[in-house]
Every structure is written in C-alpha cells, then in structure tokens.
C-alpha cells in the first residue's frame, strides 16, 4: 500500500464560475484521460469531458455516434486524475433532446456515476426549457451554442456561425435564452467576432470562446488539437506542441532500437 499522502479534492464550484463574468479570464480545456486531465487540473479553472472524444479518440467522423456509456467511462477517468479543477461532462447526441424528463434522467445518471460537477448540452432556445428542467432540479447546467457539432448534419457541415449579419439575432437570442434558463456559462463556439463580442455583452453569464475571438469571458481548446497530435488543426487553434512529431520519431527510435537489439540494453535488464 502506497504511504504517499495526496493532496485534499478541492475543487472550483460552479458559482465560482458564474462569478467570473467580466473578470479574469476562464481557462478551460477538454480533457478524457486521468493522465492528461492531471496535468490540466492545475492549470485550468474547468476540464471539459467533450464528446469531440469520439472523433479525437474514437476515430468517428462526427460526435453524433457518441454513447452516453462512453462519455460515462471517459467522465469518471478525468474526475478521478483531477483535484482542482470543475470538471464538466458532455450530454451526448440522444441523450437530452427528446424531453426534459429524459434529460434530467441521463444528466443524473452522469453526475452519479462521474462524479462530475456539471453538464453541457447543444442547443439554445430550443433547449431553454430543458436546462430550466434540470437546473430547478439540481443539475448544474453549460449551455453550448453557434456552431453546434452535433448538429453537424442539419448544419451541412462544421461551418463558422454569424457571416450573415441577419442571423444575430437569432444568435443573440439563443444566449439570452439559455442564461434566462439558468445555465451558469455558455460555450460559444465557431462564430465571428463581433457576433462574439455582442453576445458576451448580451447575458450576465460567463460566455466561453472556441473559434469566437478574445471577445469571450473564458477560452476553451480541445487539448489535443493544441499540442499538435492531430492531423490540421482548425485556424482557430494556436498549436502550443507538436507532440505528434514527437511521438512519431519516439515510436520510430524504439522500432529501429529492437530491430537492431539495441533495446533492450544494459541499464533495461535484470541481472
Ligand atoms: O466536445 C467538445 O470538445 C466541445 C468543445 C469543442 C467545446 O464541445
């Protein structure tokens, strides 16, 4: 038994969130893994379990296939590498939209078996009474509008949001909406800037950039398109590693390495 003794949970709440509107900035990452999200947790105010972890780690072309049993095992992976950090899972595609009651059974179902402190849902004004369903009811609530990938198919494809100025309103409304049902912060994904900039001043919520500018109360990147281990990373990425490179010249050194018997070597063998 390890006598190693581990520093206390204490965790960012989700008031201490809500109260970060037109402060400090919010620093947030995705995370689905004990051992990265151990590495976040002290950085970040939030770590966000995204369901963009079926494409970054599950290889499917949209998050639309995503299980709620997947973001369950993922969920309960990062709560458990973290001490710091709120940590905030995503309701996967059909899993939330059919009814309120619905809704709340499988955002109960996330925070009980996860651990985690909150959840997130795509939608804005059409889920506003949803997120009122859940939050009068105990259930911690991220709204997430603009680009909304599991809407991917209806949207004709990931496609930056507010290009025609006739369609702010629309937008605008949606953030109203949400914070109006009680959601404690918005992720605003994908949408130009000053479209950004007019919803951030439209809600007494904090609103949380990806793709949307500096305009945003809080940023969000998916953690691997910021250490360069995917393939292209979208424009509104600034790649901050290239650990792909390195974990491609690492597997290759380890190839040669055991073809050449130069591993395993001394230091490597019990004598
Ligand atoms: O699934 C995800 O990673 C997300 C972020 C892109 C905000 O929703």
Redesign the pocket.
């Known amino acids: 038994m390890s006598t190693e003794t581990k520093p206390p949970v204490r965790r960012v709440t989700v008031p201490q969130i809500a109260a970060r509107k037109g402060g400090e900035p919010i620093v947030s990452l995705?995370s689905y893994h004990a051992h990265t999200a151990a590495i976040v947790d002290r950085y970040a105010d939030f770590i966000?379990v995204?369901?963009?972890?079926g494409m970054v780690m599950h290889g499917m072309e949209t998050?639309v296939g995503v299980p709620l049993e997947l973001m369950i095992m993922h969920g309960r992976a990062v709560v458990r590498g973290t001490r710091r950090a709120l940590v905030v899972v995503?309701m996967p595609f059909g899993s939330y939209e059919e009814s309120p009651g619905v809704a709340f059974r499988n955002a109960a179902k996330i925070l009980k078996e996860t651990q985690c402190g909150a959840v997130?849902l795509e939608g804005g004004k059409r889920m506003a009474e949803t997120i009122r369903f859940l939050t009068e009811r105990g259930v911690p609530v991220m709204a997430?509008i603009g680009l909304t990938?599991q809407s991917s198919h209806v949207m004709g494809g990931f496609k930056t949001q507010g290009r025609n100025e006739d369609s702010w309103p629309l937008h605008i409304e949606d953030a109203r909406a949400v914070a109006e049902a009680g959601a404690f912060a918005v992720?605003v994904?994908g949408v130009v800037e000053p479209l950004a900039r007019k919803i951030t001043r439209a809600v007494a919520i904090p609103t949380i950039g990806?793709g949307a500018s500096a305009e945003c109360d809080g940023q969000?990147l998916?953690l691997e398109d910021m250490l360069g281990l995917g393939e292209q990373a979208p424009k509104f990425v600034k790649v901050y590693g290239r650990l792909g490179e390195e974990i491609e010249a690492a597997v290759k050194a380890y190839a040669t390495d055991v073809r050449d018997r130069s591993f395993p070597g001394e230091d490597q063998v019990y004598r």
């Open positions: 995705t966000l995204g369901d963009s972890l998050t995503d997130k997430h990938p992720v994904e990806i969000i998916v």
